[in-house]
């Protein structure tokens, strides 16, 4: 994708609060932003963290033109001065952040940004789109792909996206959760995700008949001949002259009917039938692929229940726009601001006490057991040190009498230095190894946090400290 | 928007397909695709079609550079004949359409593409992309607009939105739908969109206490004073803080309380206390706004089952994902190919009878009784004349003894030139006019077609010459 100028990409409010911020001199003010979320789409026990790389790119590039400041200053709201300060902008702030492929579990932060309150509420609207969005089709995809069981999983969804970018960004973030590859030519072009594709039943229906159309798409692709059988009758006419082709054509030139699509009908049952008559005819190599609104839970009916002969599937619209819960949740919440003496710790109170914001400048870290599974994540404040060498007692911050003391245990720091004082202190690694990060830490969750039905609610603990930092303060907050 | 490079954005079908024609000798062969879909969106009775300037937008810029030429021969799949087609490629085929802001309905072409079968492949996935994705925010913006009966409607959604894109050309969309403004400020800036906004909780909870942050937005905006008061406690906090700001800051500047926001709680519960407690002040003017994951039901309930105290509503997730139901089915299918005798039409038959096409070369009439109401859709060959002076016979095309002979009606034809032979003879209206256009549009809709539950299905039809063609082809594949 080409530069996108996307700075007056906010919520207006950004800017009304930044003005605001502006004209009563608190435009040093330090603040603390954490970017987290409540819940898990589809019920899930888990998300997969994805769209950082977009967002320092966004960062990186975050400017005011003097066509965008005209704009601003028609509005009639704006300090001069204010929009004097956005002309000279420098991203000057912190960004702490998971990496990309990570899994990511409910009311934590998984992103943090640390600088003045100006530059944090700029810069919301674009991190939360980007993250909410890669972050919700990242998720999704590995669902799909688990239930697939080792069997292809391509995203196939570009004509159902939400505009041009749902597309691409969709497919990369298809492609960090695990998919083997897109539809989507601009995908490969730009990210090098792999592109494949064949035949529409247009295709088909623009020759007199189905085996002209096969057999011409055979003599221009011999070594990739995948024909899509389903355009007039899967079992009667497809796959007979996709045999037929195979023998007349093919096999004379060495070569192999590599595959057939069906794209309609009883899925089940007609790859049942399909391979059967494959396997008599020899074609045991051929693989069968199958797409129409595909997602989880039909997949995993196909494998697993109907024991359908499927080698591959192609999801559209199921994956690219997460059809089942199209909304990924990302939330923005100050979480500190510093005055003279330092950094207050602020809270967001609500009376649903699972709304209620966990103040403070924090971290995370991942507690890992002796076999490398992730047993819980403990939020705490971002200098607290967690020695290794110790037990530590995790306890549930809602019920602190549920308590487990572990011991030989490892943690790791989950967010990391993205942006330090406005510098890039962090080089993006390629997209193919987010993508191996993501499945490899994928199989340090337990499988009852993967599974689709009821998975087990992964532990997100506080320190000691942060607890009661976050008990103090609602409790002040009550006695007001 | 800056200029797009969107030309490789096709799946890459639509590439193999070409080439396989290119190498056939057929590149010239002209061919009629329909865009069309199968069914409204969350069971409604209509959708409202848009994304055509963007379409168009598109097809203007539609050329390969070098490097996306060295991507594809990279591919090692296309022939260099080909590549130096696409090289020098030039648009030439029609495009008809119906107008943005249109009521369309199931299975009726909304768009045709005819032209050489390359062309037309091309650009299916952008033109299906841009029509599934605008349509489908618009259709959804409208729903909402009618159960508010007559209160503001606010598209709040970019940060949950399916990326950049899908936030400003979703607001764009919704806007036609019908919404008064937007938060997202890009789409105000490049599209006029009336952009609105005035704080977070961050703000409030920036200061130290919420009559200081109160104080220092009235001070910074007297005239558009809209204060936040569900940060700590809507009724023993919020209100009284806002109407304190309103006496002792507003009132002795002559300004007066604009506006409040409630974004959690019980909405109907707060609003009815907060109108009580602004009323009881004197301040009878200042409106109030509620938001949180509103959507067409919520609001319907807000308004007329619980009559809730609400002048405006902002409108999130479900509006810029279109949640409950987040894709538009819409799918483009081969209606005809010219062959040295003329065009032959193309079915695509199937077990489903509602999934087989309707052959041909298509015009779309609406039909319109005496009080300009719209009665049925009747799909006829493209130079079939309707002669309103003479009674014509509806009938249904699934059950043909359903009949109705109408007099004293007008047609409109519905699908207009777009492109003659890769020329631009459409003038787009300004966006204000599609939204005027498509509101009056929905006046013609009979109540019965607009409601949300188990709506009137508007007819569909084909003229006599359509449906015997299409029995005729129907009742050949079956011989065969």
Known sequence: MEKRKLSLLLDFYELTMSNGYFKDGRQNDIAVFDVFFRSVPDGGGYAVFAGLEQVISYIKDLSFTKEEL????????????????????KFTADLYSMEEGTPIFPNEPIMIVKGPIIECQLIETVILLTINHQSLIATKATRMVKEAKGRTVMEFGARRAH???ASIYGARAAYIGGVNGTSNTYADFK???????????????????????????????????????????TLNSGILNAIKVHNEILKPKGKYLKGVRIDSGDLAYLTKKVREVLDENGLTETKITVSNSLDEYLIRDLVTVQEAKIDS?????????????????????LAAIKKDLGFVPKIKISN?????????????????????????????????????????????????????LVSNYTVKKMLIPIFEEGKLVYKTPCLDDIRVYAKKELTTLWKEVLRLERPHQYYVDLSQKLWTLKETLTANYRKK
């Not at 005209?70 to 902008?89: I, R």
């Not at 999801?315 to 923005?332: C, D, K």
């Open 352 to 404: 649903n006490a699972a709304k209620t914001t966990t103040p403070g400048f924090k971290q995370v870290y991942r507690f890992y057991d002796e076999d490398s599974k992730a047993i819980a994540d403990v939020l705490t404040l971002y200098d607290e040190v967690i020695n290794e060498n110790e037990p530590y007692l995790l306890f549930d911050p809602t019920y602190p009498w549920k308590q487990k």
């Open 191 to 233: 990210y090098r995700i792999p592109a494949m594709g064949t035949m529409a039943h247009s295709y088909i229906q623009s020759f007199d008949d189905e085996y002209e159309a096969f057999k011409s798409y055979a003599l221009n692709y011999p070594d990739q001949t995948v024909l899509l059988i389903d355009t007039y009758d």
């Open 163 to 165: 505009g041009y970018d």
């Open 70 to 89: 005209d704009y601003l200053k028609s509005k009639e709201m704006f300090d001069d001065k204010f929009l004097q300060y956005l002309k000279n902008f």
């Open 313 to 333: 599937f192609g999801v559209g619209e199921r994956l690219i726009t997460a059809r089942s819960e199209a909304v990924f949740g990302g939330v923005y919440k």
